[in-house]
């Protein structure tokens, strides 16, 4: 399996899907994303999906 950390390092540079809040301190993956990732692997979830998560977090980073 892959380690917690490595998994928030995947997502920094945005190859890995993003998790979503369950509560306050849990979050989830939606199934059909980590699919979609081990079907592609890290670099080409990037390369499809960099941009979209990029522009998502930078949304997310302005409204904190």
Known sequence: G???GTIY??????????SYAV???????????????????PKN???LYGEQLK???AQTDKAA
């Open 23 to 41: 509560s306050d301190i849990c979050v989830a993956w939606l199934e059909s994303d980590i699919a979609e990732w081990k079907s592609l692997g």
């Open 2 to 4: 892959i380690t917690k």
């Open 9 to 18: 390092k995947l997502m920094d540079i945005f190859e890995f899907p993003s």
């Open 45 to 47: 979830f990037n390369f």
């Open 55 to 57: 522009a998502a977090k």
